[in-house]
């Protein structure tokens, strides 16, 4: 049977059709000059050449507008990304494309973390250590502590992660609520209490790794739980009022807020902190963490506290003087879950012989 078999030479002239269909389009197509998609300049068409190195640039300008320009290119190139970042396990790609146009962070061992292939012992026992330091240092003191880890999204949204994505726990999560526990450290455990509502909503924003308003006050309603302040928790079904396409994500809007005012704290350390008063009396809590509670849980706070302290963990480097400058009453150790594996234990001499 030959190559060109009567059966063979309609799929010839399919595939031939196939791969003049972009030519064509391109021929009878406007040229652009700008990709909205890719927000950027496309490559001009290049100019005859009159100089030796004009001729010599020619052969890289012409493949490069060749390559801007070639007909249904925005198409074929969406439809290479759906196919590379959503059917295949990513090595390189800072942000993954998950399913209904959700993003997702791939950096700092986000995605290994959730997925269960880091387990970094070493590491967990070294934070679980500065936290029990930590606690003796302000039980001293006469100061409540406890530590609370805000999950990765990909830790506990489900429906929305590329179709790969298969957790294979036990996690490094999983891991650190037994190593705080034998130390008598106490914690929150927030993703355990994002996973029961997940399904139901989201709780995290589409295209940033961090919780929306939903998902932050599910994470303090069982922060506040754990500090034994089931008075704080604030009804999910009173102030939630479902979600809206803005720059903010969904609404989530208090009612009968309490005046509050804001001031810069200077924390030693290039990201600073703030301080917020309530024109209501309560305690002092002092948060140490970082854009996932920088400014989610104010408002939250603020109906039940006299002031709230916010400084950056800075890598747990950040300075325990400013902690105790402000007088806290509760000290809340609040990092990420990418970034949980930060300890600094030089900032206690005593710190080792405490922890253990």
């Known amino acids: 049977m030959g190559l060109l078999a009567r059966h063979r030479r309609w799929w010839i002239a399919i595939a031939l059709a196939l791969l003049s269909l972009p030519m064509l389009i391109q021929a009878i197509m406007p040229r652009e000059m700008l990709s909205a998609r890719e927000n950027r300049r496309l490559a001009p068409l290049p100019a005859w050449p009159r100089t030796l190195a004009q001729w010599s640039a020619l052969p890289k300008a012409t493949e490069a507008f060749i390559t801007d320009h070639f007909g249904l290119r925005e198409t074929l190139v969406r439809a290479n990304a759906v196919l590379r970042y959503t059917l295949v396990s990513p090595t390189d790609l800072r942000v993954l494309y998950g399913r209904n146009r959700a993003l997702f962070f791939n950096g700092d061992g986000m995605l290994e973390q959730s997925l269960g292939l880091m387990q970094r012992h070493a590491d967990i026992a070294r934070f679980a250590d500065f936290a029990a ?182 890598m747990c480097d950040f300075i325990p003087e400013v902690v105790t400058a402000q007088a806290p009453d509760i000290v809340i150790l609040v990092p990420t879950e990418r970034f949980m594996f930060c300890w600094n234990l030089k900032q206690m001499p005593e710190a080792s012989a405490t922890a253990r």
């Open 133 to 314: 330091a930590l606690q003796a240092n302000y039980r001293a003191q006469g100061i409540g502590f406890l530590v609370a880890i805000a999950p990765n999204s990909t830790s506990v949204v489900r429906d929305t992660v590329p179709p790969w994505f298969k957790p294979k726990p036990p996690t490094e999560y999983d891991a650190m609520l037994p190593a705080l526990a034998a130390r008598g450290v106490p914690f929150a455990d927030l993703r355990a209490a994002l996973i029961a509502e997940a399904e139901r909503h989201p709780l995290f924003r589409r295209g940033d790794t961090h919780w929306n308003r939903l998902g932050a006050l599910l994470a303090y309603n069982a922060l506040v739980a754990k500090l034994g302040k089931p008075d704080w928790r604030i009804d999910p079904q009173r102030v939630f009022r479902g979600f809206a396409k803005t720059k903010g994500g969904d609404l989530a809007r208090m009612l009968g807020a309490p005046k509050l005012t804001e001031r810069k704290l200077d924390t030693g350390r290039e990201t600073g902190g703030f301080v917020t008063d309530s024109d209501r009396s309560g305690p002092r809590v002092l948060l140490v963490g970082d854009s996932f509670t920088e400014h989610a849980w104010r408002d939250y706070f603020g109906l039940h506290v006299g002031r709230l302290v916010w400084i950056h963990h800075e």
